[in-house]
């Protein structure tokens, strides 16, 4: 989302971590169990982030009072949208087309950026940016996946699980923006929705054993992250958060989301004296501990390179493109 507010400057340029909600939507039920008898959890932990993220919105939203500044800027001619809101309303849409506050006060109120968690010792800011969103579109759109996405996982693995790949990813999604993106501000729960995504393929992978359907839940699972990482090669979209929170999350999806093989759920129907030994499987172990190694290892590495003021473009030339390809309809700022 380009922006033009004359506070920023050459920073005026926020990053949206966009998605889409139909394709999240189409990856919450693709395959049924062959075990029916797992308990299943009530969800009140993603209904709770929804409301905190349409809460978090309201206050930035309050405390840019456009009607105040556009006054102070002397700019005459931008006026607020949906003025009726008084406080409340919207940047023109010059300077916000998807309905939301100033760049300016996205900065202020902890945003993703580079120079201020590096120089500043801001590193709040690689969570605070995950609970912000550039406009009210914005919110929709990422609050509706959410639901459709996080809701039957919460029913499946339960709030602590889910809670912790969802902050994780987000986490793990605003470490990569920040060694990539450097000149612009990031914000948006995109990088956590991706994570969700990522832990649906690798809990699909390891525990591959109980389910059918499992070709096109995997055709299906992976065709949705493809579409969805194409959209973020647009300009003004943070895909680097996208990666960062999809590569996180299908590591938590290894070490948070296995289910006990078909033989230790079934094993009370076992003759007398034919016990099963191990509740996972050999392959489950192995990628249990190979994924929290390299959990580890990349958040221990991306935050050492973060603070010590790495720019990643410079270990990898050809990776800004993965977040923005310039053809002759746009232009990349990066």
């Known amino acids: 989302m380009a922006s033009e507010d004359p506070e920023r400057g050459r920073r005026g340029f926020v990053k949206n971590r966009g998605n889409n909600t139909n394709d999240y939507a189409s990856t919450t039920t693709p395959y049924l169990m062959q075990e029916e008898a797992d308990e299943y959890w009530t969800s009140w932990l993603i209904p709770v982030v929804v409301v905190a993220n349409i809460a978090v919105f309201i206050v930035v939203m309050y405390i840019n009072n456009c009607p105040k500044h556009i006054r102070q800027s002397g700019y005459d001619n931008h006026k607020c949208v949906a003025r009726f809101l008084g406080r409340l309303s919207f940047e023109p849409l010059s300077e916000n087309p998807l ?26 800011r690689l969570i605070t940016c995950i609970w912000i969103h550039a406009g009210l579109i914005h919110l929709l759109v990422n609050m509706l996946s959410l639901v459709f996405i996080g809701i039957r996982l919460e029913q499946q693995f339960g709030f602590a699980r889910i809670g912790i790949i969802y902050l994780l990813a987000g986490f793990g999604g605003s470490i990569l923006s920040s060694l990539f993106i450097q000149n612009s501000i990031s914000v948006g729960a995109s990088g956590a929705l991706f994570g969700l995504l990522g832990a649906m393929l690798s809990e699909l992978i390891t525990n591959w054993t109980i389910y059918t359907n499992k070709a096109a839940a995997l055709l299906t699972l992976l065709l949705v992250v493809l579409i969805n990482l194409a959209v973020g090669i647009l300009p003004h979209v943070d895909n680097f958060a996208h ?69 990643g473009n410079k270990h990898c030339h050809w990776c800004h493109y993965l977040s923005c390809v310039p053809t002759s309809k746009w232009k990349c700022n990066e």
């Open 99 to 124: 309905f939301g506050p100033s760049s300016a006060t996205l900065e202020k109120m902890g945003a993703l950026e580079w120079s201020k968690i590096v120089h500043k010792h801001q590193g709040w």
């Open 243 to 311: 990666i960062g929170g999809f590569l996180s999350g299908f590591l938590l999806g290894f070490v948070l989301l296995p289910r006990p093989h078909i033989g230790w759920l079934t094993r009370q129907n076992l003759p007398t004296g034919v016990g099963i030994k191990s509740k996972y499987k050999a392959y489950q172990i192995v990628l249990w501990l190979v994924s929290l190694i390299l959990l580890i290892a990349g958040f221990t590495v991306g935050l050492v390179m973060l603070f010590r003021g790495d720019n």
